[in-house]
């Protein structure tokens, strides 16, 4: 099971980054060293959303809390549950778009 991610359950001197490949990583802020791991918990941390290859520069997917994924526009701060470039919505997702009209 991942940690939870957030300022309010880190120890007093930590912070935490996000790499390009949506990777969690903990900054010790007196030490200036930096791990992979939750410093409470000892385990990784998933953001939740990932860069994919075939998605144009600033975009990336993300999931919702049901499990749909939806796509993440950096640029101009906008998201969509279509792929950018091919425009489809995921079969998976159908169920999910439909609810939200």
Known sequence: MAAPLGRDNLPDHWSYGVCRDGRVFFINDKTRSTTWLHPRT???VNSGHMIRSDLPRGWEEG??????SYFIN???RSTSFRHPVTRQIS????EYTLQDR
């Open 91 to 94: 079969p998976e997702n159908i």
């Open 63 to 68: 999931f919702t809390e049901e499990g749909a």
């Open 74 to 76: 950096h640029n101009v």
């Open 42 to 44: 000892g385990e990784p």
